[in-house]
């Protein structure tokens, strides 16, 4: 967990076809590269505390 990122956070609504809507939102942080975290969520704020917990 990096609570010292400061860049913004970048959300996406994502509604992959699949049944389950867990994975509904994606959370990254504003210049995403491959690798960094991506949190995943049923709503935005769910996605956003997700990437947060990472």
Do not use: H, K
């Not at 990096?2 to 992959?16: G, Q």
């Not at 389950?20 to 769910?46: K, L």
Request: aromatic residues 10%.
């Amino acid at each position: 967990m990096n609570n010292n990122d400061t860049r913004t956070i970048v959300t996406a609504f994502v509604n992959p076809p699949i049944p389950c809507r867990d994975f509904d939102w994606s959370a990254t942080r504003d210049g995403y590269e491959e690798g960094d975290a991506i949190g995943w969520g049923r709503t935005e704020a769910a996605a956003i505390d997700d990437l947060e917990a990472q």
